[in-house]
């Protein structure tokens, strides 16, 4: 069983930063790719961006303003996220996927308001 712990969102003006985190309990093979979700109010779900042995994906709409980057030492990965606009608002959630299981974090709002 792994077990995420997200943190780092709020509010935040619109051109403005914010980075969240994600740590795992235990350990998370380098290979297990691990993303960052998010779902705004009445939409679906939606990857955001990806990281796997060092490869990274993204969304198209947040190419060039989101960054994925991940610790292996700490089990952790982080989303860097400047630019922001008010589409960017959602719950934001941590994936990690371990052979054909996946293990999702409890989210955590951003909100991209002024």
């Known amino acids: 069983q792994v077990q995420l712990v997200e943190s780092g969102g709020g509010l935040v003006q619109p051109g403005g930063s914010l980075r969240l985190s994600c740590t795992a309990s235990?350990?998370?093979?380098?290979?297990?790719?691990m993303g960052w979700y998010r779902q705004a109010p009445g939409k679906q779900r939606e990857l955001v961006a990806e990281?796997?042995?060092?490869?990274?994906n993204y969304a198209e709409s947040v190419k060039g303003r989101f960054t994925i980057s991940r610790d292996n030492a700490k089990n952790t990965v982080y989303l860097q996220m400047d630019s922001l606009k008010p589409e960017d608002t959602a719950v934001y959630y941590c994936?990690?996927?371990?052979?054909?299981?996946?293990?999702w974090g409890q989210g955590t709002q951003v909100t991209v308001s002024s």
């Open positions: 990281i796997r042995s060092g490869n990274t």
């Open positions: 235990g350990s998370i093979s380098r290979f297990y790719p």
């Open positions: 994936k990690v996927a371990v052979g054909v299981d996946s293990y």
